[in-house]
């Protein structure tokens, strides 16, 4: 065993990572954008001695565009992915909600897709809530059926509502970054690039804390680094990376959605999000271990057979006979919204907060394996 990594966390360092990151714009899959990411993840590798590469794939890339109007104004919008491809031009729709979990998630989104596709209608318009909240798709050809928009009611009903849609499909390519540092036994430490908007709590708290992570455990273990693209379309670059690592290695630590994501409370405070949560697969007393040292950062470790596919599942993807895991997934009020920017859902002091933690989790994980 080696005693745990007391350094402090910098975080007003992550923070700026953070804001690096969603500097960039629009974090999709397969764009300028996530070519410009990887680029940025892959110097910031290298600056802290690591030798990165990517893994490069290709797949059919979604592109699409939406204008939606009603009551006298235009609406927060935009396609579904891989729902239809074209121009679409309607007037006199109506507005549609749908059943959302925890205000992020609809439960019913198929279902009504396929209902209006049996009716016949020209553009189904769905509202996702008083804000507008994308939905993770698999690349696909569409479907015969209506083109399908989402939107934001940030307002009163606006009643009969006029719909552009425009969509296309093409070739694309996008690639996972690896990063190698470190000596010894072999640790992964991933976490994904891509989403649907600037995706700050989302995605760049985990990016910060796995740069972060990374650097720490590599004092003591192989660190190979994976950061993957195309999580919100079906986990393409997982699945592409998994096909080419071969064996597992003996430690995977998985910082996924919402790491250090929070929501205001109602005093106006920043508050860590409590729709996150650990999934760890290792033995009772390690699991407990790296339960205690995530209570500072309000993780809860779920009981033993929890479901670890919620959240995309790309945790469980990792999974296997003699593999000590540790995921962090989770949700926050402006998941996968427009508005998931960085002074709006995280600060320094929880970065720091959330990063000590897992380093802290990570190395508790690691007595087992190495």
């Known amino acids: 065993m080696i005693e745990e990594d007391r350094v402090a966390t910098d975080g007003e360092a992550l923070y700026g990572l953070v804001e690096e990151y969603t500097g960039f714009g629009d974090h999709r899959t397969g764009t300028t954008v996530d070519d410009?990411?990887?680029?940025?993840?892959a110097d910031e590798l290298a600056a802290r001695?690591?030798?990165?590469?990517?893994?490069?794939?290709?797949?059919?890339?979604?592109?699409?565009?939406?204008?939606?109007?009603?009551?006298?104004?235009v609406l927060p919008s935009m396609p579904l992915w891989y729902s239809a491809e074209g121009i679409v031009d309607v007037d006199g729709l109506g507005v549609e909600p749908l059943e959302m979990l925890a205000g992020v998630w609809a439960l019913d989104l198929d279902d009504r897709i396929a209902a209006s596709a049996a009716l016949g209608a020209p553009a189904v318009v769905l509202a996702t809530g008083d804000r507008l909240v994308a939905h993770n798709r698999e690349p696909m050809a569409p479907t015969p059926g209506p083109p399908v928009v989402l939107v934001g009611l940030d307002g009163a009903d606006p009643g009969p509502v006029a719909v552009s849609f425009a969509g296309l499909l093409e070739a694309a390519r996008s690639a996972t970054v690896l990063g190698r540092l470190g000596d010894g036994a072999p640790v992964v430490v991933t976490t994904p690039l891509t989403g649907w908007f600037r995706c700050a709590?989302?995605?760049?708290?985990?990016?910060?804390?796995?740069?972060?992570?990374?650097?720490?455990?590599?004092?003591?273990?192989?660190?190979?680094?994976?950061g993957t693209t195309g999580h919100e379309l079906g986990g393409l670059?997982?699945?592409?990376?998994?096909?080419?690592?071969?064996?597992?290695?003996?430690?995977?630590?998985?910082?996924?959605?919402s790491l250090a994501a929070a929501d205001r409370g109602d005093d106006g405070a920043l508050e860590l999000s409590m729709l996150?949560?650990?999934?760890?697969?290792?033995?009772?007393?390690?699991?407990?271990?790296?339960?205690?040292?995530l209570e500072p950062a309000h993780l809860p470790v779920a009981p033993e057979g929890a479901d670890w596919s919620a959240g995309g599942g790309e945790g469980a993807m990792w999974r296997g006979p003699d593999v000590a895991v540790l995921s962090v997934q989770g949700s926050f009020g402006r998941f996968h919204s427009p508005d998931d920017l960085?002074?709006?859902?995280?600060?320094?002091?929880?970065?720091?907060?959330?990063g000590d933690a897992l380093v802290a989790a990570a190395h508790r994980l690691l007595d087992v394996t190495t």
């Open 36 to 41: 410009e990411t990887r680029e940025w993840f």
């Open 49 to 73: 001695g690591a030798a990165v590469d990517e893994s490069a794939y290709e797949f059919v890339r979604f592109e699409g565009a939406t204008q939606v109007t009603g009551g006298g104004r």
């Open 201 to 226: 709590g989302e995605r760049g708290t985990g990016i910060a804390i796995a740069l972060e992570l990374a650097a720490r455990l590599a004092e003591r273990a192989r660190v190979l680094v994976v």
């Open 237 to 257: 670059g997982v699945r592409d990376a998994l096909g080419r690592l071969g064996d597992r290695p003996g430690a995977v630590i998985h910082l996924g959605a």
């Open 276 to 293: 996150r949560r650990a999934l760890v697969d290792a033995d009772g007393p390690t699991r407990a271990r790296v339960g205690e040292a």
């Open 342 to 354: 960085p002074d709006e859902v995280t600060t320094p002091d929880l970065l720091a907060r959330v």
